[in-house]
């Protein structure tokens, strides 16, 4: 099969390391690249190729419409048939190509690859490489392909350094959004404006980076303490988000300034209590307001008959929540990018003497490899109370599903 690319894509798809490390910025073209990657050369009778994602429903969802929407385009796909339940398309002489997800490791075991691609590197697993795919590839010397956005220094990092280093087998390259040569300039510099610095240069300038593990990194108790009690004569929401852990029920209260600004002036903190008297409790402060809880609260009861979220609702209180949750990381930056965007813009404060309990999560919780650290009791509870009303009043739009393209 004979495909034409144009630099730099050219360059990477000819290179002689077995090993290949792509980092890009979001919108890349990264996944339309790795397809192609995956026909070059001869597709022998038997013989397997695998694209393997995060997830069995991101790969579902991106690569294989992709895939056939590209057999398509070369005039494969009358010849091919496709298996839509196992994500399987097999040429006519018996070649076939997968698309996999690593969230379920034991699906991944027990054949020989003639090539592999592991596209979002930076959200798998591991151990997915060195223990799953790399034996698997030993029958036909195959080569692998490792591309993706960084998401700190983990595993991802580590082999864009093998890369570097030169050795016989490996190769990296790293290309911000802007040089893949399909996003306008314009959406760019917007998104200056929604993220915050860290996550900016990770998403769109593939920049490898690091803070610690501090998880809330943007937040700092002497730029964003404000007192604010001048707004509390003026007309202004009330917003309300609320975690239901029952040993420890918390809510933070916040007034939303404007469009495009929260200022959370006290909090709510429950102990071995219950859904129904904290919504009494927050009648006598705030009546009426909207709360953005956990949006698992629509499914868990408190009572045998009442939902969380009805219990709130029934209280007089607007409810608004997502269906599911949004992927943690998707909060995180969304709490991130309000302390302070990469264009240096503050949206957010915090009376810190009124809101303890929050501002200790924010100074104190951890990550704790790819999740947030939730072995003390007493942490995360108020933090994720504000991220649910945060990233649902201003999502950080990642082009993700979950943590994938979309």
Known sequence: MSIELKQPRAEIMKHPARFKVLVTGRRWGKTYFALIWLHRGDLQAGRMRWFVAPTYRQGKLIAWALLKELHRKWGLYQKVSYSETELIATFPNGFQLGIKG???????????????????????????????????????????????????????????????????????????????GYID??????????????TYRQEFEASFETVGNRVYYSFDRKEHHERRDDLRAQPLETIIGMDFNVGKMSAVLGWRVGKDFIHWYDEVI??????????????????????????????????????????????????????????????????????????????????????????????RVQWRGGDIDKRDDERTHSSDAMGYAVEYLFPVNRGFVGAFKR
């Open 102 to 180: 690593a969230d379920n490791e034991d699906s991944l075991r027990g054949v020989g690859l003639d090539a592999v691609v592991l596209e979002e590197y930076a959200f798998m697993k591991a151990n997915v490489w060195g223990e799953i795919i790399r034996p698997m590839l030993a029958d036909y010397q195959a080569p692998a392909l490792f591309i993706g956005t960084p998401d700190g220094l983990n595993h991802f990092y580590d082999h864009y350094q093998k890369g570097l280093q030169s050795p016989s087998e490996w190769q990296s390259w790293q290309f911000k959004s802007i040089e893949g």
């Open 185 to 198: 300039p314009a959406e760019i510099e917007a998104a200056r404006g929604d993220m915050d610095e860290r």
């Open 270 to 363: 429950l102990r071995d209590s219950n859904t129904f008297e904290m919504a009494e409790v927050l009648k006598q402060v705030c009546r009426g307001a909207t709360i953005y809880p956990d949006p698992a609260g629509s499914a868990r009861k408190s009572s045998a008959t009442k939902s969380d979220h009805a219990i709130l609702r029934d209280a007089g209180f607007n409810v608004i929540a997502r269906r599911a949750h949004p992927p943690v990381r998707d909060r995180v930056n969304a709490v991130n990018s309000r302390f302070k965007a990469a264009d240096g813009s503050v949206r957010m404060t915090i009376d810190v003497d009124k809101c303890k309990e929050l501002v200790a999560d924010l100074e």
